[in-house]
């Protein structure tokens, strides 16, 4: 049949020979383009299985250990990723009227990576060693007074000291170890297990490698998925995740810029003007704000409400939100992020922008610039510098005489949270999802291991709180208690809130999959990483 085609065309003219050729391509080209169009109307692009990503981290793992990791490491982002919660790996999760017993049911099929039964006793050993203090676990404060007991193989009961309607949100922290891998080590020794760096694990990945220069700097990890996750969820679409440690932030986006990475998060300051190849930015909202914190105790002076009206009317925030967010950021009017639910949007603004109040207020309680002067104290770190910097320059333009101390992040904690030596803190809080107060606005928790900074005291807010938690998660009452708590907590102003900033991912456009919604601390990137993709495929629709 092709034979005399070629017989035909041959005797052809050559005229009429380029018109065949113009008009069998114009044949081809629109049949192309008609199987292209219909494949496009009658076809889906959707996630396809397969494939590697890399990310880039700053910083070094230490303990891979749910037990031992702390937070905003890269600990906790490897702990994520190879790690299945109690709530993940829970059949169901029940709890009596009080709120002060809670039992949970394992899933029949949850398993190990090596898919050996996770087990009542793996849980137990888990909270049993957090509450141990020999452990040094991150999380000890959370677990104090909790017991817990074996019912059966797969059922464990939990007994709270007090009633507590939030506590499967202390669940979905929690992530058991095995108990088979540790069970003979002291409590002590426990950070000292090779397990911590090549950990044994239950979520959708498993370790695989990792690479270190002779200096002991780990500069990749490499994961694999783990089959046996199947038993807990859906398996990640994703073969192989890798991450890659940077010993600082200009190394990584280097790195970025010349493609050996696909991705990588932002939490502090802007990045965006030092990309260099085509990239597409998340923008993530965050339940985290920034707020200064005053302490009365510190500086007689801050005791006074009409100056903490002046001081909070004093702050430019828009200025703050444009210049030293670069706008990835929203004004936070109280203590509740508006990411969170129980958020309160009918809550007065005590921290509108009125310099000309803020003098006139000045003038009233007889200020004096040159004898009177507050002093901020910072985490070191470029963000809350300029921060803090704007927030001098407003203040000493009404008035008042201003200080900075910077603090190393490393130390704030025992050398300022813990002794509440401040006179006003820039720092910041975070909230989960389904908020509870209580840590950070009863007055049982103005000293440490509280998280009262402001030292804040309000009979009617404790009794709110308290009452808070003998309420369920979805009761309707449980909002009402909330914005009636949030009104009077922005009203007395024992805290001046700020800004609530967006995180930002930066990946590769090529990597369209990433899958990231609202977060409270940096690992929750990966709380959707089984629908991450780097493959698609085609399906009808």
């Known amino acids: 049949m092709i034979r005399p085609l070629i017989n035909v065309v041959k005797s052809f003219s050559t005229k009429e020979r380029l018109v065949f050729i113009g008009s069998f391509v114009v044949l081809v080209v629109c049949f192309v383009l008609l199987l292209s169009q219909i494949i496009a109307t009658t076809t889906l692009s959707t996630a396809g299985e397969g494939g590697t990503y890399i990310e880039g981290v700053v910083g070094q793992p230490s303990f891979i250990n749910p037990v031992l990791a702390k937070p905003n490491t890269p600990d906790r982002d490897l702990v994520a990723l190879t790690f299945a919660s109690v709530k993940d790996i829970s059949e169901n999760i029940k709890n009596d009227k009080s709120f002060k017993t809670w039992t949970i049911r394992i899933k029949e099929n949850a398993r190990w990576q090596d898919e050996t039964p996770i087990t009542s006793d793996d849980i137990i050993f888990t909270v049993q060693t957090i509450q141990n203090p020999d452990t040094l676990s991150p999380l ?19 007994s709270l000291p007090g009633s507590y309607a939030l506590f499967d949100s202390l669940l979905k922290e929690l992530r058991p170890i095995p108990k088979k891998i540790f069970a003979d080590l002291s409590a002590s020794n426990i950070k000292l297990s090779i397990y911590n760096l090549e950990p044994f694990v239950s979520g959708p990945f498993a370790y695989k490698s990792l690479d270190k220069k002779k200096d002991g700097f780990i500069t990749e990890y490499e994961l694999e998925r783990n089959d046996a996750y199947r038993s807990i969820g859906r398996l990640p679409n994703i073969d192989n995740f890798v991450i890659k440690f940077f010993e600082n932030e200009d190394s990584l986006i280097k790195e970025y810029n010349l493609g050996t990475i696909d991705g990588f998060l932002k939490t502090e300051g802007i990045a ?28 007689k002076n801050l005791a006074s409400k009409n100056l903490r009206t002046a001081l909070a009317s004093a702050i ?62 910072i985490p070191s770190n470029d963000l809350l510098k300029s921060v803090a910097q704007k927030i001098k320059d407003d203040w000493q333009a009404v008035g008042i005489q201003t200080k900075i101390k910077e603090i190393d992040p490393q130390t704030i904690n025992e050398d300022v949270i813990k002794t509440r030596n401040y006179e006003i803190l820039l720092f910041g809080n975070i909230s989960s999802a389904t908020p509870d107060l209580f840590s950070f606005w009863h007055s049982s928790q103005k000293f440490y291991p509280g998280l009262n900074l402001s030292l804040y005291e309000n009979s009617t807010v404790d009794s709110l709180l308290e009452s808070l938690r003998k309420i369920a998660e979805y009761d309707s009452k449980r909002i009402e208690k909330l914005e009636e708590i949030q009104k009077i907590i922005s009203g007395e102003l024992s805290a001046i809130f700020l800004v609530s900033p967006q995180y930002l991912y930066i990946h590769k456009t090529s990597r369209p999959g990433i899958i990231i919604k609202t977060i409270s601390l940096p690992e929750d990137r990966f709380s959707q990483i089984t629908d991450w993709y780097v493959k698609t495929k085609r399906i009808f629709k």
Do not use: C, H, M
């Open 272 to 299: 965006t003007d030092r990309i260099t190849i085509n990239s597409s930015i998340e923008k993530i909202p965050t339940n985290k704000y920034y707020a200064l914190f005053i302490n009365p105790n510190a500086n």
């Open 316 to 377: 430019n925030i828009s200025s703050i939100i444009t210049d030293s967010f670069d706008n990835y950021a929203t004004a936070q009017k109280g203590p509740l992020p508006s990411t969170v639910n129980g958020y309160s949007q009918n809550i007065e603004n005590y921290t509108s922008f009125d310099q000309e109040l803020s003098k006139k207020i000045l003038e009233e309680i007889k200020w004096k610039y040159n004898e009177d002067s507050l002093t901020i104290t």
């Open 140 to 158: 000890f404060s959370d677990w104090q007074n909790i017991k817990v007991s074996r019912i059966s193989e797969r059922e464990v009961e939990f």
